[in-house]
Structures are given as structure tokens and as C-alpha cells.
């Protein structure tokens, strides 16, 4: 079983053709929705007395609620806007709401899971709830700069208790505070990953394990409507195909790699979560072949 750990939110997402308010997101809720397509996984995460019942209805129709608490108070909330390349993100606000005092818990149905992905999150939050869990055989865990910024050491920390670490490029120098990616990935191995995973957007992915690199390349597409969530559809990806296979082996890993481009491409095709949603498993089989296509020769 997977269970996935994170934020569920009302996102206002602000790109340069449309504004989108309190539409359904956060890191948990994408990568849990990507994984779907894999497998059942369990969500765990928190929202207010305000969340839309037509989102409850969203999450319900992928996952396994058991683990979702609703608090009195506000769902968080993330507005961010995007620049004319729709590469550059910009934070305007983020409220933590219900998430600020959340003291997360493991339901017992979840402690037997196998995997485990800790989406960007609290540092300390993640490091503590991934004790919980009984009999875990593969973990992973995501960070955002707003962590790095203010809580580097709880982020080295909560990589030390996780197998992989998936994190795009510029966290990644932040992180680390060097200028290669080679160099940042190797600095995180030494803090204790087996893997690393540094996201590189539209380009791609570099997997690195002990003195291997391996990399993949983007899906390559010819129009992003809005890269939210890309991400965190990769990450969902990439470790829902690891559970269904229940493997862990290298080569696993790297094909979860490639299923993690192709969910990523589908998240950015649509506003919100709807490249996700209305996909069906043939879109997803189909992308892989034309994937394949594009990087055999």
C-alpha cells in the first residue's frame, strides 16, 4: 500500500492567459491523484470547514480518505503567479490555515504501508510521522524553498530518514549551497538518500544513486497551459509505480522515472488538476510509447 502525506489546498493560480481562484491543489493532493493511476494510495492531510464538497467528491473518486481531517477554520491557501515563459513562479501569499497547528496521525489501516511519500511539507512534520509507519520498504520525500528558508537543518534531517529525495534544480543549489547539480546531489547522498532525484521542469530529471546517473529526458510538448502541480505529478508517479510493482530495484526506479516525465506532461496540458482528472490509463500507455519513440535510437 501507498500512503501519501502533505498539503491539501485552495490554490489562486495566476498565469498569463487565465486567473484561476480557489481551485483544488496542493502537493499532496496532485501527487496522490498522479499515483492513482497506479495504485490506491491513502491521503493524509488536513482542510478547513470551507473546503468545497465538490473537491471532497474529487479526492474520493482517486483515494482512500481515511487519513483526510477536516478542522474548523480555513483550508490553506497558496496564490502564486506566473511569468510570459511560464517557467518563473512568483509566491504572492501563503496562508497555512488549518495546516499551522495540524499534529498529523497515522491511521492503523495505513501503518502496514509499504511506501511512503512525504510531499513538500513541514520537515519536522514529515521526519516524525514517517516513524509511524510499521514496515516501510521504500520512502520518498519533496522540499520547497520556503522549508530551505526557514528550516534547512530540519530538511537535512528529514532527508536522512527517507530512501530518495526528489527536488528540482534550484531548491537543490539552495539547498545544498553548491553551484552543480552533481556536486548537490552527492552532498544529499552524504546526509544519508540512497537516491536522488533533481527535477529539472521541462527538461527533465537526473536520478542519482551511489556513483550512477542516470537521465531522462522531458516530454516534450508545444503548449503548457499551467505547471502547477508538475511536480508533485512526477513525484506521485514515479513512486505509485514503484507500489504497484512492489519493487524497488534500480532499473524500477527508473522506469518509475519515466512515468514520472509523462504524468508531469499530462498535469501541465490543463488548468488545476484537470490534466490529471480526465485522464484515463490507455492516455498514460499511449505517452509512454510515444516516449519511448522519442528517446530510442
Given at each position: 500500500m501507498l500512503t501519501v502525506f502533505g498539503s491539501t489546498a485552495l490554490d489562486t493560480i495566476r498565469t498569463p492567459k487565465k486567473t484561476l481562484k480557489n481551485v483544488l491543489g496542493g502537493a499532496a493532493t496532485f501527487a496522490a491523484i498522479s499515483a492513482s493511476f497506479f495504485t490506491k494510495p491513502g491521503l493524509i492531510a488536513v482542510v478547513g470547514s470551507d473546503f468545497p464538497k465538490k473537491y471532497h467528491t474529487v479526492?474520493?473518486?482517486?483515494?482512500?480518505?481515511?487519513?483526510?481531517?477536516?478542522?474548523?477554520?480555513?483550508?490553506?491557501?497558496?496564490?502564486?503567479?506566473?511569468?510570459?515563459?511560464?517557467?518563473?513562479?512568483?509566491?504572492?501569499?501563503?496562508?497555512?490555515?488549518?495546516?499551522?497547528?495540524?499534529?498529523?496521525?497515522?491511521?492503523?489501516?495505513?501503518?502496514?504501508?509499504?511506501?511512503?511519500?512525504?510531499?513538500?511539507?513541514?520537515?519536522?512534520?514529515?521526519?516524525?510521522?514517517?516513524?509511524?509507519?510499521?514496515?516501510?520498504?521504500?520512502?520518498?520525500?519533496?522540499?520547497i524553498e520556503f522549508w530551505i528558508a526557514t528550516k534547512r537543518?530540519?530538511?537535512?534531517?528529514?532527508?536522512?530518514?527517507?530512501?530518495?529525495?526528489?527536488?528540482?534544480?534550484?531548491?537543490?543549489?539552495?539547498?545544498t549551497k553548491e553551484?552543480?547539480?552533481?556536486?548537490?546531489?552527492?552532498?544529499?547522498?552524504?546526509?544519508?538518500?540512497?537516491?536522488?532525484?533533481?527535477?529539472?521542469?521541462?527538461?527533465?530529471?537526473?536520478?542519482?544513486?551511489?556513483?550512477?546517473?542516470?537521465?531522462?529526458?522531458?516530454?516534450?510538448?508545444?503548449?503548457?497551459?499551467?505547471?502547477?502541480?508538475?511536480?508533485?505529478?512526477?513525484?506521485?508517479?514515479?513512486?505509485?509505480?514503484?507500489?504497484?510493482?512492489?519493487k524497488t530495484s534500480f532499473s524500477e526506479i527508473k522506469k518509475s522515472i519515466i512515468y514520472g516525465n509523462v504524468m508531469g506532461s499530462f498535469a501541465v496540458e490543463k488548468y488545476g488538476l484537470a490534466g490529471l482528472t480526465s485522464l484515463k490509463k490507455s492516455d498514460i500507455s499511449k505517452r509512454i510509447k510515444q516516449y519511448e519513440k522519442m528517446v530510442t535510437f
Open positions: 479526492l474520493k473518486n482517486h483515494l482512500d480518505l481515511k487519513g483526510l481531517t477536516v478542522l474548523n477554520g480555513k483550508t490553506f491557501r497558496y496564490d502564486g503567479k506566473y511569468d510570459a515563459t511560464m517557467s518563473v513562479r512568483e509566491t504572492l501569499k501563503t496562508e497555512l490555515n488549518v495546516l499551522a497547528d495540524f499534529k498529523p496521525t497515522v491511521p492503523d489501516a495505513y501503518k502496514k504501508s509499504e511506501f511512503v511519500y512525504l510531499a513538500n511539507n513541514d520537515p519536522e512534520q514529515n521526519a516524525k510521522i514517517i516513524k509511524e509507519f510499521d514496515n516501510v520498504k521504500f520512502s520518498m520525500c519533496d522540499t537543518n530540519a530538511v537535512i534531517k528529514m532527508i536522512k530518514s527517507v530512501d530518495a529525495v526528489v527536488i528540482n534544480d534550484e531548491e537543490a543549489k539552495l539547498l553551484d552543480n547539480l552533481i556536486k548537490c546531489a552527492k552532498k544529499m547522498m552524504s546526509w544519508g538518500a540512497n537516491y536522488v532525484v533533481i527535477k529539472k521542469g521541462e527538461h527533465g530529471a537526473l536520478l542519482f544513486h551511489e556513483d550512477v546517473i542516470f537521465p531522462s529526458v522531458g516530454f516534450s510538448l508545444e503548449s503548457v497551459v499551467d505547471p502547477t502541480g508538475a511536480g508533485d505529478s512526477f513525484a506521485g508517479a514515479m513512486i505509485g509505480h514503484l507500489a504497484a510493482k512492489n
